[in-house]
């Protein structure tokens, strides 16, 4: 049994701050003309007030559940927080979902009232109401009519009900896991499990504090920006502004000014080829400067490392910070300090990048069914390349399981954070926790001498070539994904001779090249082009020498002209390949390349 540090409850936490930070900014949404509008902490906590007695006047009790289909936004904390308060359990959906996926999430997590994002969403529950036997209230979230969660706020206002303090091994929330195969699983997370995360995350960045603000990326379906985005900044009193979309990523920095980012890879790779395009189109005096500061920020990194300074490398980084890198700082908004990043490792080089900028991206590592964090890098201890030592009160174990010698295994993870096992689903809990009450991540690593966890693939998606020889395919995609040309790739090979690729070329960039060589810009028609091809598969073949080896590099490729997305089912919510989808959907593409 773990000792829980205080708050050890998610109502704790949030009523510790409502009371210490009454008048601080919490939320940032945008308005019709797109600027942001922000409310304090006084005045979610009167919602969350009113709405938890509304909830306990619509039947909801210590134990019950509540679901909610809708992206991040105020209410959806408000809902969070306000069941929390009655001792329920909160079940979020995402909106852009299978109909067939909210129906057995509803029906499996027992879902007895549901607050829904929009009209439509409203109509498609409404369709199916007599296949969700358990659901037995549906509230539209925007509105103020008797069926809208403004209506439920009018209730409670006029019937308080005091808050409940949760104990730290009750139900928090389930979340459901996207899995790549079949129905997803819920993961059953406690209190304690959420609280301890975010202490323990404090504890890496001790000087993150009330005058923070982040920019809401990740869904807060997700455990990953639940915890790190939602809960983190409840707890230190600070800010959140929620992105548009992702299309408006970059304006929206702009205008909120984070000073502390919780991302994924992808957000930093996307803005350092775009740089890079930019200078490469500039081209002379621009391009140069940007050259002499990536060197001189290199070389300073260096001799700082080893205990020196030169004047001639610190003046030419003077110079480019001036002119250059306080323009993309700018773009983040100016105020950006650092930032956390998951669910895949940074590329070291692009790493180093951002750091040099003065803004340092640390990685951190973890699961749904860890709360989600594990193992973070923060600013008291960072090795690149690494995904940081395990927090507070958590330990990493490898299983060495391969008898070939290798210093990684799979990697078990213990603590408060660990999950306290899957909704209905014994049988897949036994599967993964082990007597001693670890998790078995399915991930594969190693631990260095200084107790920093680094990532070696994942195991179920490892595969043997012909030869033997064992492919960690992520890795390999992750690094493809950083060419300029490439806007995403899958690797496959499994009891093949040698390694295929399947590439989805980044149309923007190749649309002003295509338009240059005379090449038509139609994708359908640009990835027929033989001198098109030739120049990713050169450009892949390069990006991957010295790094990998010769048997993991592909040596043929397929080009697609649609990417992989949510829509076409080929990418989980939480941005995963499916591979299996991918194959199916590309199998006679893929036969091809073995003929």
Known sequence: MHRFEKPDNLVELIENSLEKYPDNAMFGTKNKEGEYEWVTYREVGERIDNLRGGLSQAGIKAGDAVGIIANNRVEWAITAYATFGLGGRYIPMYEKELVKIWKHIINDGGVNLLLVATPEIYEQIEAMRDELPGLEKVYLIEGDGENTMSGLEKIGAASPVPSIRPKPEDIAVLIYTSGTTGNPKGVLLSHGN???????????????????????ILPWAHSFGQTGEL????????????????????????????????????????????????????????????????????????????????????????IADAIVFNKIRARF??????????????????????????????????????????????????????????IDHVSVKIDKMFADGDEDGEIIIYGPNVMQGYHNNPEAT??????????????????????????????????????????????????????????????????????????????????????????????????????????????????????????????????????????????????????????????????????
């Open 194 to 216: 959420f609280t301890s995360n975010v202490l323990a995350g404090k504890k890496v960045f001790p000087d993150l504090n009330e005058h923070d603000r982040g920019l809401s």
């Open 231 to 318: 809960y983190f900044y409840s707890l230190v009193g600070g800010s959140i502004g929620f992105m548009g979309d992702v299309t408006t990523l970059g304006d929206d920095m702009g205008k909120v000014k984070p000073t502390f980012l919780i991302a994924v890879p992808r957000v930093f790779n996307k803005i350092y080829a775009g740089l890079w395009a930019k200078m490469n189109e500039k081209g002379g005096l621009a391009k140069k400067l940007f050259e002499m500061g990536i060197a001189s920020a290199k070389r300073k990194r260096e001799l700082s490392e080893s205990g020196q300074s030169d004047f001639f490398t610190n003046l030419k980084f003077k």
């Open 333 to 390: 908004g100016g105020r950006l300090t650092a930032a956390l990043s998951g669910s895949a490792t940074m590329n070291v080089e692009i790493g180093h990048f951002f750091s040099d900028l003065g803004i340092p991206v640390y990685d951190c590592y973890g699961l749904t069914e860890t709360s989600p964090a594990a193992t973070m890098n923060g600013p008291l201890a960072h090795k690149p390349g690494s995904v940081g030592r395990p």
């Open 430 to 595: 036994k599967k993964v926790m082990t007597e001693d009450g670890g998790f078995r991540t399915g991930d594969r690593g190693r631990l260095d001498e200084d107790g920093y966890l680094f990532i070696t693939g994942r195991i179920k998606e490892q595969y043997k070539l012909e030869n033997g020889k064992y492919v960690f395919p992520a890795a390999i995609e992750e690094e493809i994904k950083l060419c300029p040309l490439v806007e995403n790739a899958m690797i496959y090979g499994e009891g093949k001779a040698y390694n295929v690729c399947l590439v989805v070329p980044d149309f923007i960039v190749l649309e002003k090249y295509a338009a240059d060589h005379d090449l038509p810009t139609d994708p359908q028609a640009l990835i027929q082009e033989n001198k098109i091809q030739e120049m990713i598969s050169g450009e892949i073949t390069e990006s991957l020498k010295g790094k990998f080896g010769g048997y993991e590099i592909p040596r043929r490729y397929t080009y697609l002209s649609e990417n992989f997305t949510l829509e076409n089912g080929t990418l989980t919510q939480t941005m995963k390949l499916k591979r299996r989808v991918v194959l199916e959907q590309q199998k006679d593409q893929i036969k091809a390349l073995y003929a």
